[in-house]
């Protein structure tokens, strides 16, 4: 059987985020029409501080022939059964385990100041001594191998992290988990399943859900349709005779890399920056400004040109251009935490190539 699963809605009124319901809805709609009954909401459907559940219930009361499946998260911990009302809705505030053929699903609930180990182990004993292998459902941080620690930025932790200790203790087949809004798989079969729609300008790029199979045991990622898309680009720059073309063409490459249609280009709100140095900083913000024309700019902003350096030094252009491909040549695919990224390796040679002229 497939099950649905998704996080991180954070509603709030519709009049105050649209957005949000319409991804939401798009998720409803898309869990219908493949013909799955079931949605598991991971935590932080609602954002904080935000007690008006109507608009949720009229929309669940749309799709009633779904069950929603909800976990509290650490914006919404206080949800519970009685305050939203729908006979389609069930708010686990307790460790609980729910049978999907041969699958065991265990809701861990969000509990400030607590581990998710110390809520697994709470319901030790409704996984251990079944046949039946188990997925865990949780909202929290992940506290890798070697001191890594996957944290929201928008909120700075801890909250209920789930460590690597815990996932080979308990050995659950997979785990799906809300709070991080970037899907990815910071350990083996453990996955953050990603938010239906970007808060801010920081969240950007194509929104997904997952599916998961309990036959086979994988996940599928689907897209979100939503109606609103973040991009945040940001630019390095070199002082070369030809470094306006250079940047169009770059420009051309970045919003093709985006791989959203044109008649979607209108949900998209980019944010700007260039960085480096420049023969013409006018006429880089300038070709931003054009290059991107098409687009909405997040909050009206320019394109942020605080740390591109002007230079006129062509002495320099060999040094630069060997430096890079050099940089370029480095094999990147190994940092994660604090290590430097490529760009900032580059925009760090520039410095000390051409200095900070400004
Ligand atoms: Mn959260």
Same mark, same amino acid.
């Given at each position: 059987?497939?099950i649905?699963?998704?996080?991180?809605?954070?509603?709030?009124?519709?009049?105050?985020?649209?957005e949000?319901?319409?991804a939401?809805?798009n998720?409803?709609?898309?869990?219908r029409?493949?013909g799955?009954?079931?949605?598991?909401?991971a935590?932080?459907?609602?954002?904080?501080?935000?007690q008006?559940?109507?608009?949720?219930?009229?929309?669940?009361?749309?799709?009633?022939d779904?069950?929603?499946?909800?976990i509290?998260?650490?914006?919404?911990?206080?949800?519970?059964?009685?305050?939203i009302?729908?006979a389609?809705?069930?708010?686990?505030?307790?460790?609980?385990?729910?049978?999907?053929d041969?699958?065991?699903?265990?809701?861990?609930?969000?509990v400030?100041g607590?581990?998710?180990?110390?809520? !697994?182990?709470? $319901?030790? #004993?409704? /996984?251990?001594g079944? =046949? @039946? *292998?188990?997925?865990?459902?949780g909202?929290?941080?992940?506290?890798g191998?070697?001191?890594?620690?996957?944290?929201?930025?928008?909120?700075?932790?801890?909250?209920?992290p789930l460590?690597?200790?815990a996932v080979?203790?308990?050995?659950?087949?997979?785990?799906?988990?809300?709070h991080?809004?970037?899907?990815?798989?910071?350990?083996?079969d453990?996955?953050?399943?990603?938010?239906?729609?970007?808060?801010?300008?920081?969240e950007?790029?194509?929104?997904?859900?997952?599916?998961?199979?309990?036959d086979?045991?994988?996940?599928?990622a689907?897209?979100?349709r939503g109606?609103?898309?973040?991009?945040?680009?940001s630019?390095? !720059?070199f002082? $070369?005779? #030809?470094? /306006?073309?250079?940047? =169009? @063409? *770059?420009?051309?490459?970045?919003?093709?890399?985006?791989?959203?249609?044109?008649?979607?280009?209108?949900?998209?709100?980019v944010?700007?920056?260039?960085?480096g140095?420049?023969?013409?900083r006018?006429?880089v913000?300038?070709?931003?400004?054009?290059?991107?024309?098409g687009?909405?700019?997040?909050?009206?902003?320019?394109?942020?040109?605080?740390?591109?350096?002007?230079?006129?030094?062509?002495?320099?252009?060999?040094?630069?251009?060997?430096t890079?491909?050099?940089?370029?040549?480095c094999?990147?695919d190994?940092?994660?935490?604090?290590?430097p990224?490529?760009?900032?390796?580059?925009?760090?040679?520039?410095?000390?190539?051409?200095?900070?002229v400004?």
């Amino acid at each position: 059987m497939k099950i649905a699963v998704t996080a991180d809605v954070h509603l709030r009124t519709g009049g105050e985020h649209p957005e949000r319901y319409v991804a939401l809805e798009n998720i409803l709609e898309q869990t219908r029409d493949i013909g799955i009954k079931h949605l598991i909401i991971a935590g932080d459907l609602f954002d904080k501080e935000f007690q008006n559940y109507s608009e949720f219930e009229a929309l669940c009361t749309k799709y009633d022939d779904l069950d929603l499946y909800i976990i509290p998260g650490n914006h919404d911990p206080n949800i519970a059964d009685k305050d939203i009302v729908g006979a389609n809705i069930h708010i686990y505030t307790e460790p609980t385990v729910l049978e999907v053929d041969s699958t065991i699903l265990l809701f861990i609930p969000y509990v400030a100041g607590k581990a998710m180990g110390e809520e !697994i182990a709470r $319901a030790k #004993d409704k /996984i251990e001594g079944s =046949e @039946k *292998e188990w997925v865990l459902i949780g909202h929290g941080e992940v506290y890798g191998g070697g001191g890594i620690r996957e944290v929201n930025h928008l909120e700075p932790g801890p909250h209920m992290p789930l460590t690597r200790r815990a996932v080979e203790e308990f050995k659950p087949r997979l785990a799906l988990l809300g709070h991080i809004h970037k899907p990815h798989e910071p350990i083996p079969d453990v996955h953050f399943v990603g938010s239906p729609c970007g808060l801010d300008i920081t969240e950007t790029g194509h929104r997904q859900f997952v599916v998961y199979d309990t036959d086979s045991g994988s996940i599928e990622a689907l897209a979100v349709r939503g109606e609103q898309l973040y991009f945040n680009e940001s630019f390095l !720059i070199f002082p $070369a005779v #030809d470094e /306006i073309s250079l940047l =169009e @063409k *770059e420009i051309t490459e970045r919003i093709e890399s985006w791989n959203v249609d044109p008649p979607d280009h209108s949900k998209i709100q980019v944010r700007l920056s260039a960085s480096g140095y420049s023969k013409n900083r006018s006429a880089v913000k300038d070709a931003l400004k054009l290059g991107f024309e098409g687009f909405m700019a997040y909050e009206d902003e320019d394109p942020n040109i605080e740390e591109l350096y002007s230079t006129t030094d062509e002495q320099l252009e060999d040094v630069r251009s060997r430096t890079m491909e050099l940089i370029e040549e480095c094999d990147w695919d190994w940092g994660v935490g604090s290590e430097p990224t490529r760009d900032q390796v580059k925009i760090a040679a520039l410095a000390a190539i051409y200095g900070k002229v400004s």
